[in-house]
Every structure is written in structure tokens, then in C-alpha cells.
């Protein structure tokens, strides 16, 4: 989710602009000379037992039971896209993770910069940053305190799997299914993810979505997943 951040799009003329120190040098090279499709408005369906049984079946499927969200080890890839209310960004993103570690690179559409944010256990680290690598306790606080940005990178690891992150750290989830019985919403600690596509994952022959937008207030993180499992 966790945690690699991102840039502000202010001005298009002549292309992407200047950058600038330390945070806002982040914010401007990730400029957002891509757009991701908006997340279709979600129809609920009524959220009976078989649902909430398929929806068991699936976290167990998935090792995500326990509500850890670092754990098993998967990847994927794709194209994000981040606003706050005042600037937005976006960028190609790999995300892998595994044994309560993660890695998310992101790298900027036009200028090929790439950040890359660790974590783990000990803490979380941003590399690419003007002013050298940055230390964190937690990857959202480093992302935050370093770039602005609002990205809840740990339950990310869940909900980028359509499934609710631990309860006893974040609060009860409420899910919302769709026609298939797949989670079509699931809301957590005043976040919103919505699910709009999906696709088979090869790996663990699940459907898995492909279009997921989190928001809680002006905060909105994007995902079109190209791939899952990373060449």
C-alpha cells in the first residue's frame, strides 16, 4: 500500500516542470501525464450468509484470514494515480511483499525517476529522494511526513485483494457484494475501496480486481492493475 511517492500536476506547457527540493521535487516529477479510469458508482447487493461464507473462503484462499496483510508473498503491477485536494500525481507502480515485508516502486511516466519505499518490521525507508534516503517507524507516516501524500500502505496489502484488513488494528470493515458474491466496497478506519473490474490471477486462480479506488476525505489513491506477479 504502504508503501516511492509522487508529484503534483501544475503546468503542461513545454512539458513536465522544473524540480524542486526535497518533497516538492516528489510532487512535480510525478506529474500526471496519465489518467486512470474513475471507479463506477457502486449497485449494493444484499450481503447475505452465502456471501460472507464465499467471502471466508476467499481470505483463507488468499492466507489473509488473520487479517495479515504483509503476509503470504505475492506481487502485482499496474498504473496509479493520487490526489489530496490540491495536487495529484500519478505513476507506474511494482508492488511485491512477503514474510512481513514490503516493497512498492513507483516511477514517474515522463522522466523515468523512480522511488522506492521499504518496509518491515523495524520500519519503513524511502529511497529517491533529492535529499537521500528517508527513515520512517511506519510507511503512510514516512510517505506522509516526506511527500504529503496519504496512502494507507499497510492495509493496502488487503484491500488490494479485496479483503479486510486486521480488525483489531483498524476497526470492524463493513463489505459490500456484488451480483458474484465479490466484494464490490468495503469500508475500514474511514477509508472507502471500491471495486469496479476484475480478472483471473493466474497464481492463486482467483478472481482478483483490477480497478480499485480507495478515498477517505480529500484523499484518493487509484489502481488500474496490469499484471499480477511480477517478469
Known amino acids: 500500500v504502504s508503501g516511492h511517492p509522487l508529484a503534483a500536476t501544475r503546468s503542461a506547457v513545454g512539458g513536465c516542470v522544473r524540480m524542486w527540493v526535497g518533497a516538492a521535487a516528489l510532487m512535480l516529477l510525478l506529474s500526471g501525464c496519465q489518467t486512470l479510469p474513475h471507479a463506477a458508482a457502486p449497485q449494493a447487493a444484499p450481503d447475505g450468509v452465502a456471501a460472507q461464507t464465499a467471502q471466508q473462503q476467499r481470505a483463507q484462499a488468499l492466507g489473509l484470514d488473520a487479517g495479515d496483510c504483509l503476509q503470504p508473498g505475492w506481487a502485482m503491477a499496474g498504473r496509479m494515480a493520487i490526489s489530496n485536494g490540491k495536487d495529484a500525481g500519478s505513476a507506474r507502480f511494482e508492488w511485491t511483499q512477503g514474510e512481513g515485508r514490503l516493497q512498492l516502486q513507483l516511477t514517474a511516466p515522463i522522466t523515468a525517476q523512480t522511488w522506492v519505499l521499504q518496509s518491515d518490521a523495524q ?109
Open 123 to 231: 520500519g519503513a525507508q524511502l529511497q529517491g529522494m533529492p535529499q537521500g534516503p528517508q527513515q520512517g517507524a511506519d510507511a503512510a507516516t514516512l510517505l506522509r511526513t516526506a511527500t504529503g501524500w496519504d496512502i494507507p500502505v499497510q492495509a493496502l496489502g488487503c484491500w488490494m485483494r479485496a479483503v479486510a484488513a486486521n480488525e483489531a488494528r483498524l476497526g470492524a470493515a463493513q463489505i459490500q457484494f456484488d451480483a458474484q458474491r465479490l466484494p464490490l466496497r468495503i469500508e475500514q478506519a474511514g477509508w472507502q475501496i471500491d471495486y469496479s473490474r476484475w480478472q483471473l490471477d493466474p497464481f492463486s486462480g482467483l478472481q482478483m480486481p483490477s480497478r480499485i479506488e480507495a478515498q477517505r476525505g480529500t484523499s484518493r489513491v487509484r489502481l488500474a492493475v496490469d499484471r499480477w506477479g511480477l517478469e
